[in-house]
């Protein structure tokens, strides 16, 4: 199946809090194909594929230097949640959650993900994006952003494009609002001063170049919302709802989505994740007690080893 395309054209030209037919059309597309697929495409006339390709020269050009010259950006204390994650740090939970690998196996073979063996031999850098609040429990969530020498471009580049990632899912959360039936600002609301990250991934073909290499193994994301530039090189897999294992082709001029635990982006670390509106009456809620967002992520950062629980 293809994922759907939706132009948010029509959302960011229509006034006030009265949605037009076709607009709610739109909206209804957006949170059924978050419910039933986790993911889809979208289109923002804000987002130029220039802007996509100016952000992928400055970050290649990054993942581009020696080990050694990356790590001076490395901040373990802070959970990696600012500056660079080396390679064989971050472990997929496929590799240490039983449940996960109990639904793997139940999984049709030609669906299955490769198995990983250890820890992911990606790189990723971390960049924080947008405002973070004055008061906050979690401040290793909320750092300030480490910035590498030798790019000037750096910092405006990254702001950039972080911000216009942000207005996009803003506005995708906005549209999953309408389309569940809840308040517009039902998500936003809670989107507000949370712990945004832009987080490019780099890989070295000339170390991990063996066909059938996994640099990002199976997992769930567990943020809120997810959202993709158009990548130069191919290669990501995602798994719908159903268990469908499917290759992403990211459209020139498109983004990907995709929904995480949180259902966006992220949530203010200090708000409150539980169900909203009507579907905090639904049958199965009790399975999704109250939890500080920030208590949340901690609890998953440990589970992936960034903070530092399995030391491979």
Known sequence: MDLPVVDLAPYLGSAGDVVAED?????????????DTGALLVKDPRCSAADNDRFLDVVERYFARSAEAKRLQERPHLHYQVGVTPEGVEVP??????????????????????????PDPKWRYMWRVGPRPVNTRFKELNSEPVIPDGLPEW???????????????????????????????????LMKEGPHLLAPTGSDLQRHGTEGTVF?????????????????????NIWLRNGKKMEVKVPVGCLLIQS????????????????????????????????????YVEQELSVINLKGKYGF
């Open 23 to 35: 607009v709610h059309a739109l909206c209804t597309t957006v949170s059924a194909s978050l419910r």
């Open 93 to 118: 939970r496929s590799l240490v959650d039983k449940e996960m690998q109990e639904k793997i196996k139940s999984m049709p073979k030609e669906f299955q993900p490769a198995t990983p063996k250890g």
């Open 155 to 189: 910092k405006e580049t990254m702001d950039s494009w972080g911000s216009k990632m942000i207005s996009a899912i803003e506005v995708v959360a906005e549209m999953a609002a309408i389309g569940f039936g809840l308040q517009k600002d039902a998500f936003t609301s």
């Open 216 to 236: 990002a193994g199976f997992h769930y994301d567990l943020n809120f919302l997810t959202i993709h530039g158009r990548s130069r090189f191919p290669g990501l």
């Open 260 to 295: 995480g635990k949180q259902l966006f982006s992220h949530i203010a670390s200090d708000a409150i994740l539980k169900p909203l509106g009507h579907f905090a009456e639904a049958p199965n809620a009790h399975s999704y007690p109250p939890i500080c967002a920030g208590d």
